[in-house]
């Protein structure tokens, strides 16, 4: 079975400041691990993903995320804030590939002026 | 990549009355994977519909609340039954492909109001 956490259901970071959104995930099997972003209204945006390659993956947008197995961890990252960053950003976990997602709560992210 | 058209994209509807959710792909693919995120909280997997077969239910989700039917490899539909304000939710059809471009996709979900 598979379980995702993610620290903070809101993050407020200023422009330009780095922005670090917090997962940790459970699985009996080895993983494949998803972050997605939601705008107002709108669908699921897959940012990155974790499929046992590279352990720091690089997604769109600038942002990345490291694969940390010893902390059963997937925390999200970009360097610079941008006020076009602000949205719902989801930590998905999975045993089957794509299939079958379990999703954390969501990270609300805010970004101030 | 694979590109999902969900109809209606929302919808007002009285409780007790039922509301079926089409879900169409532009491939074909072998399962395709309804999740329900209710206000302010995250997805839920439903149920998964595999075409030919019944399909897979998820605890808490019972086929007589949310009947499916996947009648061919690009489509697939979901209806919520029996309606009340508690079956306001966004739903959502998603489908995978699993390879060297492990990846979901969503469509853009069905906003559903129960007055």
């Known amino acids: 079975a598979q379980s995702v956490t993610q620290l903070g259901s809101h993050v407020s970071v200023s422009e330009g400041a780095l922005v670090l959104l917090r997962c940790n995930y459970s699985s009996s099997v080895p993983p494949y691990l998803f972050w997605y972003v939601q705008y107002p209204n709108q669908g699921l945006q897959l940012l990155l993903k974790y499929t046992s390659a590279a352990t720091l993956v690089k997604g769109i947008n600038g942002f990345e995320a490291e694969f940390k197995k010893s902390e059963t961890s997937f925390h999200l990252t970009k360097p610079s804030a941008h006020m076009s960053d602000a949205a719902e950003y989801f930590c998905?976990?999975?045993?089957?590939?794509?299939?079958?997602?379990?999703f954390g709560q969501g990270t609300r992210l805010t970004i101030n002026p | 990549s694979a590109v999902i058209s969900q109809k209606p994209s929302r919808d007002i509807c009285q409780r007790g009355t039922s509301l079926t959710i089409q879900c169409q792909v532009d491939s074909q693919v072998t399962m395709m994977f309804w999740y329900r995120q209710q206000p302010g909280q995250s997805l839920t997997l439903i149920a998964t519909a595999n075409q030919g077969s019944e399909a897979t239910y998820e605890s808490g989700f019972v086929i007589d609340k949310f009947p499916i039917s996947r009648p061919n490899l690009t489509f697939s539909t979901l209806t919520v039954s029996n309606m009340s304000p508690e079956d306001s939710s966004i739903y959502l059809c998603s489908v995978d492909q699993t390879g060297v471009n492990t990846e979901a996709f969503f469509g853009q979900g069905t906003r559903l109001t129960v007055v």
């Open positions: 998905a976990v999975s045993g089957q590939g794509a299939q079958k997602l379990v």
